[in-house]
Every structure is written in structure tokens, then in C-alpha cells.
């Protein structure tokens, strides 16, 4: 890899816009906001589906 020294996008790497630093768009920006979002709330997925297949399911068969 050939680094420059220069900013760029955390995310896809790409030079950064000055309007959407620090990032490269818009796109980027929000993908940011959202990881951290989903990260300060909960692990998408694990515990949902861990509430829904309760164990009463099994037992009653
Ligand atoms: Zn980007």
C-alpha cells in the first residue's frame, strides 16, 4: 500500500471532501453514524434471535 501521508476516508479510504470531512461523501458520513450508533445501542441480531427462540417452543412438543 502506498500511503501519502494524506487524509482519507476511515471508511472506504478514499480522499476526503472537505464538505463531508471526515469522510469522502455524504454516504460515507452516515455508514460512520450508523456503526457508531448500532455500537452504543446493542449487537444487532445475537440478542433478538435469542428472545425468539424461547425454549417453551421445544418442550411443548
Ligand atoms: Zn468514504
Known amino acids: 500500500m502506498t500511503n ?3 487524509p482519507a476516508c476511515s471508511i472506504c479510504g478514499k480522499p476526503l471532501d472537505p464538505r463531508y470531512r471526515p469522510f469522502c ?3 460515507c458520513a452516515d455508514l460512520d453514524l450508523h456503526r457508531w450508533l448500532s455500537g452504543s445501542y446493542s ?3 445475537d440478542t433478538e434471535e435469542d ?3 424461547s425454549p417453551d417452543d421445544s418442550e411443548a412438543r
Request: charged letters at 40%.
Open 51 to 53: 428472545e425468539r427462540s
Open 43 to 45: 449487537i444487532p441480531g
Open 4 to 6: 501519502t501521508g494524506r
Open 25 to 27: 461523501s455524504k454516504r
